[in-house]
């Protein structure tokens, strides 16, 4: 399973300098390899520079993690998180 939801702010928000779009992904998934499900979730912002010419993305995103035990298929673990920021720009 898949789903995505986002939510754009007024244009004019930053005046000529763009606005910002809020979001959130999930994701849900089966695999035979692994004992339990693994979801992850996803949530940022983005600012939308310039009529979205450009735009810079920041991303925090949560993810579980499997371990090993031992003939058994690996089960869930916990969580792990990680965050990035991307640039992104249209010639």
Known sequence: ???????????????????????????????????????????????LIRKHMSKISLNYQLRPVFRNVGEAKPVHDGNASAAWVQFQVSL
């Open 1 to 47: 399973m898949y789903a995505r939801a986002g939510f754009r702010l007024p244009n004019d928000l930053f005046g000529d300098q763009g606005t910002l779009m809020l979001y959130v992904v999930w994701r849900h998934w089966r695999y035979d390899a692994l004992a339990d499900p693994v979801q992850t979730v996803d949530a940022g912002v983005n600012w």
